[in-house]
């Protein structure tokens, strides 16, 4: 059974408790069946322009509550980075399980042109993961060995026909 927000009770059951902060804030849903995040959408005062090479910090009106042991990752939509070079800064964004703030969105105009955001944009996609959180113990051992070693930043290939 579909919920308002176009979701399907999955095996977990999770629910995203979503908390409007404005009247004109927009409920996230998943624009088509499988779709993996949820539609973010701007609540604004005012429109916000961002001139090229510029970036913004933009509402969304909300304000959720993930459910325990999971993170939001807030991902860019791919259509506004193909048709006008707006991505989100900080690709992916983390919401923590315990942040209970306005759903915020830091977009980055790449392109040529100022990008004008409306309230009721779709400005990005909120993706809701599990988080496996770990026991940090120093160490003074070495790793074990891998055929990677110490090589990083492109060091396995795939530019200019290396490696």
């Known amino acids: 059974m579909r919920d308002a927000g ?3 009770d999955g095996a977990a059951g999770l629910r995203l408790a979503v908390r409007f902060l404005r009247a004109d804030a927009t409920l996230p849903r998943y624009a088509t069946e499988g779709a993996a995040g949820l539609d973010l959408a701007a609540a604004l005062d005012a429109p916000v322009e961002i001139p090229p090479g510029g970036h ?3 509402g969304t009106g909300i304000a959720i509550h993930l459910p325990p042991g999971t993170e939001g990752q807030v991902r860019p939509r791919s259509g506004l980075a193909a048709r006008h070079a707006v991505t989100v800064l900080n690709a992916p964004g983390t919401i923590d399980e ?3 703030g306005e759903v915020r969105v830091i977009l980055i105009n790449h ?3 100022p990008f004008r955001i409306e309230t009721g944009d779709r400005i990005a996609q909120l993706v809701v993961q599990p988080v496996l959180r ?3 113990e120093p160490t ?3 790793a074990p060995a891998t055929e990677r070693g110490t090589g990083g930043f492109g060091s396995t290939g795939g ?4 490696r």
Do not use: I, K, P, Q
């Open 6 to 8: 176009g979701a399907e």
């Open 56 to 58: 913004a910090l933009v």
């Open 98 to 100: 315990d942040y209970r």
């Open 111 to 113: 392109g040529a042109e």
């Open 134 to 136: 770990v026991r940090v």
């Open 140 to 142: 003074t051992d070495e």
């Open 159 to 162: 530019f200019g026909g290396s």
